[in-house]
């Protein structure tokens, strides 16, 4: 059963702490993405990635924020200094090419910033 | 960018009635709109999608219409069932169906 693994899948951590998420998207998945969860915000592309380039972090605080793709089976998601608006359950989705469109969600990192 | 709204941020129905849940999207060249449902402590899946060619679509319970000289589009639960209790969201996507904006999202209370 084909399914993206995400870890941690709870941090808390204290202010100014760096973070890193780690994401395994699905085997043959060509294009990770990176959501961030809020009750306020909703869900928010952050980044995603096309055969481990970058296509788009528009969406991404650039001064804190970096995603890369290491290697096909490893994303990460990384925040250094983290702050406390920083708290959010934090996905990683993956998709294959073509039909169908369906992106496949990990089960998300709760983050926790004191 | 896109801008998709969703409506009602929250709906409570009983068991056996039916759910609609509305969206409208901003931008005329989106063509693939998907459903994801999240349960609790998970991540969104997909439940049912629609592309810009098709005005309805159904999967058992579930169906999908789509105005797109409206730009609005809807998704319908009938006969709901307690396990149908989870957060819906809508979602658009134009120019590489791959990337999609998603709504707000609807809290879907079924009460037995």
């Known amino acids: 059963d084909a399914r993206v693994t995400q870890t941690p899948r709870h941090k808390v951590t204290e202010m100014g702490q760096e973070v890193t998420m780690r994401c395994q998207p699905i085997?043959?998945?060509?294009?990770v993405f990176w959501y961030r969860q809020t009750m306020m915000q909703g869900l928010e592309l952050l980044a995603y990635f096309r055969n481990r380039a970058p296509l788009d972090d528009s969406g991404m605080p650039k001064d804190r924020f970096s995603a890369e793709m290491p290697d096909a089976t490893l994303a990460t998601l990384k925040i250094q200094p983290s702050e406390p608006r920083d708290s959010a359950v934090y996905f990683c989705a993956s998709a294959g090419t073509g039909l169908p469109y369906e992106q496949y969600f990990g089960p998300g990192t709760r983050l926790t910033v004191t | 960018g896109e801008n998709v709204e969703q409506h009602p941020s929250t709906l409570s129905v009983q068991e056996g009635d039916s759910a609609v849940i509305k969206c409208t999207y901003s931008d005329s060249a989106s063509n693939y709109f998907p459903w994801y449902k999240q349960e609790l402590g998970k991540g969104p899946q997909l439940i049912i999608d629609i592309r810009s060619n098709v005005g309805e679509k159904k999967d058992q319970r579930i169906a999908v219409t789509l105005n797109k000289t409206a730009k609005h589009f809807s998704l319908h639960i009938t006969e709901t069932q307690p396990e149908d209790s989870a957060v819906y969201f809508c979602a658009a996507s134009s120019g590489g169906y791959q990337k999609v904006t998603f709504g707000t999202g609807t809290k879907l209370q079924v009460i037995p």
């Open positions: 085997l043959g998945h060509n294009t």
